[in-house]
Every structure is written in structure tokens, then in C-alpha cells.
């Protein structure tokens, strides 16, 4: 019997529809190597930052030399053989029992010629989606880990020859780093940045505040998209907690605190517009990372409603509706969903949705993720489809697509 890795490189008539279309995934994870920190750092750093270790017979990342962030888990559903995981039995699994191409960019490369994907975009796990698990480090620790991990994904650009493309995370807590981070990221060739979508958490103006305009004008200088991945901050990232009853089991808890992640990023966009950032910058974008697109049709409907009832005084400095300044500067991305897709798509507009997988975490398209997508744009033009598959990725991110 084949194995799921390799029933996904059958193609059939549902990915034959695609053909011609250079596919562009828009959120991946990088299962970090556990020497990713300490190849890479200086002499006087390298006991210092991330690394596993065995603490009370558990192998766990570590820093500072025995700080224990969490379990050296690979955060992969996907085994080595290919076949994918259901549930919770991923929590358990290191490196070695995960595919490789969860870690590797050989064997990642392999897996996106099989599946049909041309490039993809990769996001971090250790030190938290957005960079926001750095908030418990030394300052100085804090920048030397970022900016080796963003060393790291300048090297896996290159080694995959421009198919992988990690954005650069930010020293979040110091906007004049952050503005000189990304910097240095678009001279290595980072096509975007991630960072933390709550830096008010820890005693730093939030996003709104004037405070962020020296980021905000050098990625809008630069072209560099800012990305808010779901789950980008400490009081966001939240699997078995406020999202779930206590009496919900573990697998449960993890169901439903992914769907309520999805939906946290609403706050996060709706905060932008009315914050008035888009206005200020008209050439920024954003994009709403692994959060899906059909509950946007009504926050922006909800949000011009408001805006007219509510904050009337807004319009003293917002030129536009909330549902304009989105259709002109915020994307979305989608990937399980099916069956209020077109409306979704209507309603945001085709220009403004990307394609993801989310491989290899859990909710992932694995396998046959673009047989399972045809499905979904079954009806729509080849324009259309090579928009939200391709065109608009390569447009926002500055990807260059071979013809």
C-alpha cells in the first residue's frame, strides 16, 4: 500500500485544472534544527541561546543554559513515512520522528515538487510566532537569537534557490532595532517581516501609536510586507486555556483553541484601520496570516456599520470606509475552506487572498493539497485561480515567478 507522502504525488483531474500555475504557499513552519542557535553563534553566546537538553529525562529547548522553554517537540502532524497524525499523538515527536522535509531543505524541496508547489513561505516556532516569546530574555540575548534566526532564513533562501522565503523576525521591543533588522533582512534578500501583534503586553506602545512610524515608513520604503501570523503575541497564543471549558479534553482544547486563533487576528486588522496606519501609509500592507477568510466578510461590513454609529469623529481623520483601506492594503489567506469560500472571495476581492498548506502543523492541506484547492476554485476562471495561487504572493512578497 503507498504511504500518504507518496499517494500525494499522484496528480489528477482536479490538479490537472492548475496546470501552468506556479504555486505560491503563503504560510509554513520551519520545524527548527536543534542546532539552528548554536552553529550559528559567537563563542560567548553559544551556551546562552536556544538548544536542547535533557532535563528530568525529557528533552527540552532551553536557554540561558537551562531555562526550559518547552519540549524539543518537532511541531510536525506529518511521520517520517508521510503518513499524517490526527489529534494530539504529534505533541510527543522529535525531529528523527517527523518527515525531514519538516526540517531540511533537501527533502522539503522534494516534497513541494510532489505536491505541485513552486515556493513557500516559512514562519518559526520556538521563539513564537511573532517573535513574541523573546519578551522573557536577556535584551541582548534577545536580538543576538532573532537575528540568528533570521540569519538562517537568509541561508535557506539561498540554499533552496529562491523557493523558500522566511521572514525576518523583529526586535520587537526596540522599534529603532526593529527598523535597523529590517534593514539588514532586505540587504540578505527577506522578502517580509513577522512580528509580535501585541507589543503592549509588555510596556511597549501598541502598533497605533506614533511610535511605530519610523517601522511602518522604512517597510513601506523597502516594499516589505508586515505579516501577523495567528497566535503573534503572548496573550493571542493560547491552545488550552481561556479558549476552552476546563472540562474539554486535551484534543479538544486543541480544536477549539486553533479556531478561536483564527479569529483573534480580527481584533488585530480591525485595530490597523481604525488605528489609521493605512491611511498614514498607503503603500504598507499587511497580511493576515493562517487566520482563513471567511469571517471578513463580516468584520468589514461590521466595521463600516460602527464607524458611522460609533466613531462618527473617526472620519475627521480616516479618508476612507474600513472595508477600502482593506481591499487596498491587507491580504488574507485560505486553506481548508470550502464552502463559503467564493463569497469570502466577493466580498474581500480576488486581488487581496493568497494561497497557504500551514505544513507541516496541525490543520494543514497534507496530502494533496492542490487537488483538495481545485476543488475549492472549482468554477473560477484560470485568472482568478492564478491570482490566489501565484500572482498575488508574487506581487506582495516580490517573489520572482520563472514562466
Known amino acids: 500500500m503507498a504511504t500518504a507522502f507518496q499517494e500525494s504525488k499522484a496528480t489528477g483531474s482536479a490538479r490537472d485544472a492548475l496546470a501552468g500555475i506556479k504555486v505560491i504557499d503563503v504560510d509554513t513552519h520551519l520545524s527548527e534544527p536543534y542546532d539552528l542557535w548554536t552553529s550559528r553563534a559567537p563563542a560567548k553566546w553559544k551556551e546562552r541561546v536556544p538548544q536542547v537538553k535533557e532535563k528530568d529525562g525529557k528533552r527540552n529547548w532551553v536557554i540561558e543554559g537551562g531555562t526550559v522553554m518547552g519540549p524539543a517537540t518537532a511541531v510536525s502532524v506529518v511521520r517520517a513515512d508521510g503518513e499524517k497524525a490526527r ?6 515527536w522529535e525531529l528523527k520522528d517527523v518527515h525531514p522535509g519538516s526540517w531540511n531543505v533537501k527533502p ?64 520587537w521591543w526596540d522599534v529603532e532595532l526593529a527598523v535597523k533588522e529590517t534593514i ?54 493560547d491552545f488550552f486555556g481561556k479558549a476552552s471549558w476546563p ?23 480591525a485595530n490597523i484601520i481604525y488605528a489609521g496606519i493605512l491611511e498614514r501609509f498607503p503603500k504598507l500592507n499587511f497580511v493576515s496570516v493562517e487566520s482563513g477568510v471567511g ?16 466613531a462618527p469623529h473617526a472620519k475627521d481623520f480616516l479618508s476612507m470606509k474600513p472595508s477600502e483601506y482593506f481591499k487596498r492594503q491587507i491580504y488574507a489567506c485560505f486553506w481548508f475552506e470550502q464552502k463559503g469560500f467564493k463569497m469570502a472571495m466577493d466580498a474581500v476581492g480576488v486581488d487581496n487572498i493568497m494561497f497557504e498548506t500551514d505544513f507541516p502543523h496541525p490543520t494543514c492541506l497534507y496530502p494533496n493539497a492542490l487537488d483538495y484547492v481545485a476543488n475549492t476554485m472549482e ?14 504572493a508574487s506581487r506582495v512578497y516580490s517573489i520572482p515567478v520563472p514562466a
Open 247 to 269: 472540562c474539554q479534553t486535551n484534543e479538544q482544547k486543541l480544536a477549539l483553541g486553533s479556531t478561536m486563533l483564527f479569529l483573534h487576528n480580527a481584533q488585530v486588522f
Open 295 to 310: 469571517w471578513m466578510p463580516f468584520l468589514l461590513e461590521a466595521l463600516d456599520y460602527e464607524l458611522d454609529e460609533a
Open 379 to 392: 468554477g473560477l476562471s484560470f485568472e482568478d485561480k492564478r491570482k490566489l495561487l501565484s500572482g498575488n
Open 108 to 171: 522539503r524541496l522534494a516534497f513541494m515538487d510532489g505536491e505541485g508547489i513552486w515556493a513557500q513561505i516559512l514562519y518559526p516556532n520556538v521563539l513564537g510566532f511573532g517573535g513574541q516569546r523573546a519578551a522573557t530574555f536577556d535584551p541582548e540575548l534577545r536580538l543576538i537569537c532573532t537575528q540568528i534566526y533570521n540569519d538562517t532564513m537568509a541561508d535557506i533562501q539561498q540554499e533552496s534557490a529562491g523557493r523558500m522565503y522566511g521572514m525576518a523576525l523583529m526586535p
Open 184 to 237: 539588514r533582512c532586505h540587504q540578505m534578500g527577506i522578502k517580509g517581516i513577522n512580528t509580535n501583534s501585541s507589543p503592549q503586553d509588555h510596556g511597549i506602545p501598541d502598533l497605533g501609536q506614533p511610535y511605530w512610524h519610523p517601522l511602518w515608513e522604512v517597510c513601506s520604503d523597502l516594499h516589505m510586507p508586515i505579516n501577523f501570523h495567528i497566535g503573534a503575541s503572548s496573550e493571542s497564543m
Open 87 to 92: 489529534g494530539i499523538e504529534f505533541f510527543a
